[in-house]
């Protein structure tokens, strides 16, 4: 008798109740996720920080990917941890996968924002390598200020770290552990599933084409080797746009890439499973605040089946035409300012997507009936295309209108 309640003790430990079929909606974010009984919950957090210069992509996407985590995790929507960036990149030094990988590993966490900085007057990461005097600090256990000083004569700007005691009271958040899911997505139900019952992800862009491929606006056309928030998707005509936290200085904010075929996110997926290539997707796990009581919650508390979208007429896409302001011709190593202008009397434009060659790209402007763009351009070319095109509010593109400039040295 003793060894028949022995086996029913044991096997109490090895049943687990059976998981309820769900079914996958046309669309989920986790910034806006319907509750049991119809409210709305955002599972995000809303600071819109831009990087201050190109580099630490990688940090603003785990960061951001914890904060919301922590919400997911606990059931705390609305908890908005504001953690910093600039803590976690100067702890992690590289950004290969490795370290990213390995961020949580021998009691890594990462405090409030205000336990360091940015500079503000670099490039990027190696026009000003603070990670020597930061690391510093850190290992004595203390936060960090870096300080931007004008110098005169030379007239440029230098940066010195300075050592600081933590804020009283600062937290810190630390997952179990990050972990890299591409070898778990076998299909897009697969890459459903688990953004909507595991959370968000860190989506690691590689190289140029395929960076070009995933942005729906102009600041995207140039970048390459970026990361980002992935918090939700939504099913369109022609295949899937993915819901993003985006830390681009022009751009930063929730987005909706382009549209990929349903074939094309999977390939992508697929080509991320070797480094470098496609898009490398990765997971943090058991968000928690250090030295916080606060339970688990079952993820099969969500209730997103009824998240799709109206069905609509489409409209037909905007016309546009590109117009070239205040200079016959691009002036090499200057800004120059071109403006699109769409006819206001049919459907208004609810995005602007460009694409310019060998330029570095500045704030977009974006109404309903125009969007302007400053650049500047070093190509040794004597000509050069501009394309854009602008979007209807029924998610259709116009088609790219170009316009093919001049590119001289000096000005007419």
């Known amino acids: 008798m003793k060894k028949l309640y022995l086996f029913i003790f044991l096997l109490s430990f ?46 603003f996407a ?12 606990h059931n705390r929507p609305n908890r908005n941890l504001n953690l910093s960036e600039a803590y976690i990149d100067y702890k992690v030094n590289s950004w290969d996968n490795n370290s990213l990988l390995s961020v949580f590993s021998g009691g890594k966490a990462i405090p409030e924002q205000t336990a360091g ?17 930061v690391t510093d600090c850190l290992d004595l256990g203390q936060c960090f200020e870096v300080i931007d000083t ?25 997952g179990s552990g990050v972990q890299l899911i591409n070898n778990n997505i076998n299909n897009l139900n697969d890459f459903k599933t688990k953004l909507m019952h595991d959370g968000p992800m860190v989506l690691k862009l590689n190289g140029h084409q395929t960076t070009n491929t995933f942005f729906s606006y102009g600041a995207g056309s140039n970048l390459s080797f970026h990361a980002v928030t992935v918090i939700g998707w939504k099913d369109v005509p022609g295949g899937i746009q993915l819901h993003f936290k985006d830390s681009w200085p022009s751009a930063a904010g929730f987005k909706y890439s382009n549209v990929l075929t349903y074939n094309q996110l999977e390939s992508l997926i697929e080509d991320g499973e070797t480094p470098g290539n496609g898009f490398e997707l990765f997971q943090v796990r058991n968000a928690h605040v250090v030295g916080e009581r606060v339970p688990y919650i079952n993820f099969s508390y969500f209730s997103p089946a009824d ?15 590109a117009v070239f302001i205040n200079r016959p011709a691009i002036i090499r190593n200057q800004l120059t300012t071109v403006t699109a202008t769409l006819n206001c009397n049919g459907e208004p434009a609810v995005d602007w997507d460009w694409s310019i060659p060998s330029s570095g790209l500045h704030p977009v402007t974006m109404n ?10 070093n190509t040794p070319a004597n000509s050069m295309e501009i394309k854009v095109r602008a979007k209807a509010s029924n998610g259709l593109w116009s088609p ?9 040295n000096n000005q007419f």
């Open 150 to 174: 004008w110098v005169e004569p030379g007239n440029y700007w230098d940066q010195t770290v300075q050592c600081k005691t933590c804020p009283s009271g600062m937290k810190w958040a630390r």
């Open 307 to 321: 998240q799709c979208p109206k069905v609509t007429v489409p409209l037909s896409p905007p016309s546009i035409h």
């Open 62 to 73: 785990l960061v951001a990917a914890l904060e919301s985590q922590y919400e997911i995790d």
């Open 14 to 59: 090895q049943l687990k109740p059976v998981a309820q079929t769900q079914i996958i909606p046309c669309e989920f974010t986790w910034k806006a996720v319907r509750l049991p009984g119809g409210a709305v919950a955002d599972y995000t957090s809303p600071q819109l920080l831009a990087q201050p210069y190109q580099g630490p992509c990688m940090a």
């Open 368 to 377: 309903p009936c125009n969007s302007s763009l400053t650049f500047s351009t």
């Open 400 to 408: 790219w209108t170009t316009r093919t400039f001049m590119v001289t």
């Open 117 to 133: 900085n940015f500079t503000q007057h670099c490039n990027n990461e190696q026009a000003c390598d603070l990670i020597g005097p």
